[in-house]
Structures are given as structure tokens and as C-alpha cells.
């Protein structure tokens, strides 16, 4: 439902002084031109575009780059007819709960039908970036062999596409200089992809293959970092060794972010574990460090010489104990941002507020969310130890499996300025553990005191007090992530009235129903999209919305054990209408 500016129409003219309007721009195009093109902002190219014609025209013919959060918002030929000179494209697919699985496979989003287009208007582009897309190994050599100035791919969550797929971009992108390929659902059919790049080539800067899982040819690697001498972010597979890391380092000494491969290698001779502890302390532009698979404690210290540089820090992909994570964070006094698993307990955490106070984001992991136990994972007491020494704490995501009303009115007193608290209780329904109430006074807090929040999940017992408080005090909150959470349709019209700014909406398994979907109809078309599943609501009450809103998509996929109900909602606003590539799951109204 965001609206690109480029599909709205400008406004005639623009009130500038109370006493007089301008028909057109008070600068001449030459200069509007020039000034426009230094404008790197989405949002604030989006308003210039609709200040008067003359803006609208010199925004058009200045922009490079173009995000587009939902593709079926637009088509790819509007998109070609508004920006002629686009040179890089973000595009973001499938609603983001198809990472918890609840989208079917085959839902769309097929990169294709916009790869046509772009062949035939912007054969110059050089940036594409996916985001929860449907790619084809076919869609990908398509792309390789179109765009022949083609620098950059980043695959983020799509799937559909095999390593064939990246041998193409591999062998005819001459020019890359970023291969990013992130978390995504794709065939590793073989290791070979990285021999096709061609022997000359030299221009490689960003290579992230850190999901594969198969072998990859190690001497292919290390002739391309070799070569490549302006590569900065090297992120690799678990299948690559201690030893042939220390490899990789030596011959890029220059890289700013690194993903190491598997922790555990044989036994390292003491010269191997000194070669490689030299390597690390050789890279002193190493500002990020992830990977760790089955670190091994022993072979931990060799990262202390780079520590010191270290501004993120992400251990999620490994179950760090308490003890070498502690010993570790006390050589990163400068980590702003960490993500680890919650194996790293309560005692971690204290680490995390002793040795790390200028953290600005944490990202605390579930190891196994399916564990009951109480014992593993961490509680309220590591959250309030890092709140206390993490005063420029900004974003926080925390799963536990208990948490209290007092322990996060205290992180929110202790760190005001949160714009991202995402807590996940992951107990559906679990209250405040010593007092056995709601959670509700928790969120209360969170929006009362940070002003500045603009995403927040809630989780745990809580009734239409919390949307009550939301609503009330969250002015700023652009995104709502809600989980098992409500009391009634009076909770959901309190957010839809409050929050003025919100732009995303989801929400899982809670009682609302029609009455709090219809009571946002007049606010849906300002926003990016509203995803509903497991609720209340029943296919009259889409009908209705439907109706009442013909510039909305209001998509249902089809529950085969009820006519009645809409199991699963999605509505986005859409200048393109309803899209036609819609499987026979998903019913249009």
C-alpha cells in the first residue's frame, strides 16, 4: 500500500508563501536537475516529486535508483513509463510471514515478467536486488546475458533458482562487483560455480555465498580472492576449514566484513593456530565478523587481535557457551551491533552490559524454539543487565520464554530511545511470570517512553490495554507485528485510530474479526500492506472491504476446511489492479 510518488499525480501548484502559488519551479531545470540528483533519500525524492510539475519531471529524469516494498503495488511498465534512466531496482516480493511458513509455495512474485521489461528499457541497468522473490536458474541467465553493464545481485529469502543459476551470473557478468546471496530456499546441486568465473576477472567487491551447503573447488576461491583486490566482504560456507580461511585472509588482508566458515576443524598445529591468529590481526579494516559454525573454544582467541575494530559481531549461526562468549566480548569494546543465540544465557547478557556500552542493537536467537525447558535461553534478568550497561541501545529483537512487567519497564527507563523493540515471548499467552497478570503494562511502557519507535512486535498475555496504550502513545510507529494477542475488535480499532503513521500491519493468530478490519478502511489505502492470519474474520467482511475500497488488492488464501472464514488476508494498495499470475489458492475480491 506505499504508494511510489511516481504513481501519484503532482499537485498543479505549491502554497510558499501564504500570498501567492507557483505554477512551476522558481529554478531554472538545469539547476532543480542537478539538485535533485544529490538526493540519495527515497522518502524525500518521493515528496520533492510532489511539490509542482516541474519537480515531478526533474525528479523523473534524475533518478537512478528505485525501491519498490511490494511488487504487485505496480507494474513493470508503469514503473518503465515514470523513471526512464533507472540504473538500480530493490524489489521486495511475498508477504514477510512467508518466512514462518504460513504463504504456500507457487504463492508468485516471479521475478520474470519485470526482468522482460528491464531488458527492453533499461539495458543499462547495473543493481537488482531481491527480496522474498521467485528467481528461476532461467530468470537468472536471462539476467546475465541482457544487461551487459550488470554489477550487482542481491538474493535475499527467494527461492527457485539453483547453484546452474549463479554459474550463469558467474560466467557472463564481466563486471560484477557484488554477488550476495542470502537465506535463501535454492537447489546446491554443485560446488562448481565459482571456477566459471572467467580468469581475467578482477572487479569482484562483495561475495556472500554463506547459505550454500555444498563443497565448493577451495583453490577456485582463493585464485578469485586472489585477484580480486578490491574485494571488502567476504562471506563463506561452512564447508570452508580453519586453515583455508587463514588462506583467504592472507590474500585479502583488505576485507572490512567477514563471514568465516566451520570453527572445528582437525587439530591445528601450533604453527597453524599462529599463522592464523597472525592472518586475523593482519586485517585491520575488519570492522564485522559472522559464521562461526561448531566453533571450538580453543580457536576462539585467535580472533582477539581483530576484536578491537569490531563494530557488529553476529554469533547467531552457532551455540556459543556463556563463558568463552564472555571472554570473547571483552576484547569488542566497540561492537554496536551483536546477534547471538540464546545459548549464551543470562550470564552472557551480563557480558554483553559489562564489556559493550556503546551497543546499539542486540538480536537474541532461539537455539531450539520448540524447548519447554526454563533452564535454557535466556529470561528478564539478561535483558535488564544489558539495558543497564547499553544505554544507546536502539533496536532490540529478544526471544525468551519468560519476562515480567517491571523487567521491561526498567530496559525501556534505562534506554528511552528505542525505535525497534521486538520481544518474543515464545509461549503464546504467557503472562507476567511472578504476578500471573497481562503483559499489557510492559508494552505501556515501551510506547509511553520511546518516542521515537517505529517498529514494534508484542507477544505474551495481553488484552486491548495494549493496543489501547499503542494507539494512544506510539505517534511514530510505522510497523505492528502482533502474535496470540488481544481481547476484542476494540483493540485493533484503537491502533488503526491512533497510529497515524503506521504503514505495515501483521498480525497471527488473535480474535480479531470484520468489525476491526473494517474500522481501518479509510487508512489502508496510506499504507504498504495488512497481513491476517488465524483470525476472525470472514470472507463477507473482505467482500465488504473489497467493495467499499476498489483501489485495494484484498487477496484470500483459500482455507480447504472452511467456506466461511478467511484463513489467510493480505491487502496492499496496487495502481496495477488486481494481478493476474494469482494461483487457484488465492481468491481476489
Not at 55 to 74: D, H, M, P, Q
Not at 121 to 132: C, D, G, I, M, T
Not at 236 to 265: D, H, I, S, W, Y
Not at 427 to 438: I, R
Request: charge should be neutral; charged fraction near 25%; include cysteine.
Amino acid at each position: 500500500m506505499e504508494m511510489n510518488p511516481s504513481l501519484k499525480k503532482p499537485r498543479e501548484s505549491v502554497d510558499l508563501s501564504n500570498s501567492s502559488e507557483l505554477t512551476q519551479s522558481a529554478f531554472p531545470d538545469e539547476v532543480l536537475e542537478k539538485v535533485l540528483s544529490l538526493v540519495q533519500s527515497h522518502k524525500d525524492r518521493n515528496s520533492a516529486s510532489l511539490v509542482c510539475k516541474d519537480w515531478y519531471n526533474a525528479e523523473r529524469w534524475t533518478r537512478t535508483k528505485l525501491f519498490i516494498g511490494n511488487c504487485y503495488s505496480v507494474t513493470p511498465e508503469i514503473v518503465a513509463r515514470r523513471f526512464p534512466k533507472i540504473k538500480s531496482v530493490t524489489l521486495k516480493g511475498k508477504p514477510r510471514f512467508s518466512d514462518f511458513n504460513l504463504v504456500p509455495e507457487n504463492w508468485g512474485a516471479d521475478i520474470q515478467a519485470w526482468l522482460d521489461v528491464f531488458a527492453k528499457v533499461y539495458p543499462f541497468l547495473e543493481e537488482l536486488r531481491l527480496k522474498r522473490m521467485a528467481v528461476s536458474d532461467e530468470s537468472l541467465e536471462f539476467l546475465a546475458k541482457s544487461f551487459l553493464g550488470f554489477k550487482a545481485l542481491s538474493l535475499l529469502s527467494c527461492d527457485g533458482f539453483s547453484t546452474d543459476g549463479i554459474s550463469s551470473i558467474a560466467a557472463h557478468c564481466k563486471n560484477l562487483t557484488e554477488l550476495d546471496i542470502q537465506e535463501n530456499g535454492m537447489d546446491d546441486i554443485c560446488g562448481s560455480w565459482l571456477s566459471c568465473f572467467p580468469d581475467d576477472f578482477t572487479s569482484l567487491e562483495v561475495l556472500n555465498f554463506a547459505c550454500m551447503n555444498t563443497e565448493i573447488s577451495k583453490d577456485a576461491l582463493e585464485r578469485l580472492v586472489g585477484r580480486c583486490k578490491s574485494l571488502r566482504v567476504l562471506k563463506v560456507n561452512k564447508n570452508v576449514t580453519l586453515p583455508q580461511l587463514q588462506r583467504l585472509l592472507v590474500r585479502a588482508p583488505q576485507l572490512m566484513e567477514l563471514g568465516t566458515g566451520c570453527f572445528l576443524p582437525d587439530q591445528l598445529t601450533t604453527r597453524q593456530y599462529a599463522e592464523l591468529e597472525s592472518a586475523f590481526s593482519n586485517c585491520k579494516h575488519l570492522h564485522s565478523l559472522s559464521g562461526f559454525w561448531e566453533a571450538n573454544r580453543r580457536y576462539l582467541p585467535s580472533l582477539y587481535a581483530a576484536c578491537a575494530r569490531l563494530t557488529f559481531l553476529n554469533l547467531s549461526y552457532e551455540a556459543i557457551r556463556s563463558g568463552e562468549f564472555s571472554k570473547l566480548l571483552a576484547h569488542c569494546p566497540n561492537l554496536r551491533r551483536l546477534w547471538v543465540l540464546d545459548t549464551v544465557k543470562d550470564k552472557g547478557l551480563e557480558a554483553v552490559g559489562t564489556s559493550c556500552p556503546l551497543l546499539e542493537e542486540l538480536r537474541v536467537f532461539p537455539a531450539d524454539p520448540f524447548e519447554e525447558d526454563m533452564d535454557h535461553g535466556v529470561t528478564e534478568s539478561g535483558f535488564v543487565a544489558v539495558s543497564a550497561g547499553c544505554p544507546k541501545l536502539q533496536y532490540v529483537l529478544y526471544f525468551c520464554r519468560q519476562m515480567t512487567n517491571a523487567a521491561v519497564a526498567t530496559v525501556v527507563r534505562n534506554c528511552p530511545n528505542f525505535t525497534h523493540f521486538r520481544l518474543c515471548i515464545m509461549n503464546p499467552g504467557q503472562p507476567d511470570y511472578l504476578t500471573n497478570e497481562p503483559m499489557d503494562e510492559a508494552f505501556g511502557a515501551v510506547v509511553k517512553t520511546c518516542k521515537k519507535l517505529q517498529r514494534l512486535s508484542v507477544s505474551g498475555l495481553l488484552t486491548d490495554l495494549t493496543f489501547e496504550y499503542i494507539g494512544k502513545y506510539a505517534k511514530n510507529l510505522e510497523t505492528l507485528s502482533v502474535a496470540f494477542a488481544g481481547s476484542s475488535d476494540w483493540g485493533m480499532q484503537c491502533v488503526l485510530d491512533g497510529c497515524s503513521k503506521l504503514r505495515k500491519l501483521e498480525i497471527r493468530d488473535s480474535p480479531f474479526g470484520n468489525a476491526a478490519l473494517l474500522s481501518g478502511m479509510g487508512k489502508y489505502e496510506s499504507m504498504r500492506c495488512l497481513w491476517m492470519s488465524a483470525c476472525r474474520v470472514t470472507m463477507n467482511g473482505c467482500r465488504i472491504l473489497a467493495q467499499e475500497r476498489p483501489r485495494l488488492n484484498v487477496e484470500v488464501i483459500k482455507n480447504e476446511h472452511s467456506d466461511d472464514y478467511a484463513d489467510k488476508l493480505y491487502v496492499y494498495r496496487s495502481v496495477a489492479g488486481p494481478r493476474k499470475d494469482a494461483p487457484p489458492f488465492v481468491v481476489t475480491l
